[in-house]
């Protein structure tokens, strides 16, 4: 019973390259969320996703770009790295209308930026 | 936008002391809850809250739900050492077209053995 499950866990990447991050959940959850998380400043939204094929803006949405070509999957990828987005991302899902038990993480990707 | 406020932002205590944190909001919601994150993993749901008013425990923790549906508090009883980490407040408006999870900043709770 895997959950929710995050590739890579850690990466580090020289300013201006690309990466993609991984999401898979076997929950059969409808919502996919992707978080960043930086010191003092909690949890924010970056992108999300209510269905397979759709995704929309979150609450940080610039630099990164969203797929979800499959319902398990979501991916999460940033075309020009910068330093800003050294973080810990961290994906999400939940049931449809957010589940009564709110979300399922995934236990982050640490990324560094140099 | 809505925004929770989480309080105190961490806490240093002494094993076997209680802890108390909150989060209020200016926003109503009909649904609270409590997450805890260890170091290196992602947060963990502890307590859900669905009803303004509401008590709930889960081992030594008991979480409520704010009369006025701004606020809910978590406390912590007896503390030990695998208590530390970083404790979320989330809310949202549980049946609507999408689950909008807003999260506090968290407390960072460090307890010293």
């Known amino acids: 019973n895997a959950g929710v499950t995050q590739t890579p866990k850690f990466r580090v990447l020289k300013t201006g390259q690309s990466m993609t991050l991984l999401c898979a959940q076997d929950?059969?959850?409808?919502?996919m969320y992707w978080y960043r998380q930086d010191p003092g400043m909690g949890l924010r939204l970056i992108h999300y996703?209510?269905?397979?094929?759709?995704?929309a803006k979150g609450e940080v949405p610039d630099g990164y770009n969203v797929s979800r070509l499959k319902k398990q999957n979501f991916l999460l990828g940033l075309e020009s790295a910068a330093p800003s987005q050294t973080s810990v991302y961290f994906c999400?899902?939940?049931?449809?209308?957010?589940?009564?038990?709110?979300?399922?993480f995934g236990s982050g990707t640490r990324l560094t930026v140099v | 936008g809505q925004q929770l406020n989480q309080s105190p932002q961490s806490m240093f205590i002494q094993e076997g002391e209680d802890v108390s944190m909150n989060c209020t909001s200016s926003?109503?919601?009909?649904?609270w809850l409590w997450y805890k994150q260890e170091p290196g993993e992602g947060p963990v749901l502890l307590i859900a809250?669905?009803?303004?008013?509401e008590l709930t425990s889960n081992g030594r923790l008991t979480a409520q739900f704010g009369i006025t549906r701004k606020d809910s508090f978590l406390n912590i009883s007896a503390s030990i050492p695998s208590d530390v980490g970083i404790y979320f407040c989330?809310?949202?408006?549980?049946?609507?077209?999408?689950?909008?999870?807003?999260f506090g900043k968290g407390t960072k709770l460090s307890v010293k053995p």
């Open positions: 999400a899902s939940s049931g449809r209308g957010g589940d009564l038990y709110g979300y399922t």
């Open positions: 996703s209510v269905g397979e094929g759709t995704t």
């Open positions: 929950m059969n959850h409808e919502y």
């Open positions: 809250l669905y009803k303004a008013g």
């Open positions: 926003s109503i919601f009909n649904t």
């Open positions: 989330a809310a949202m408006n549980y049946g609507g077209s999408q689950g909008n999870l807003i």
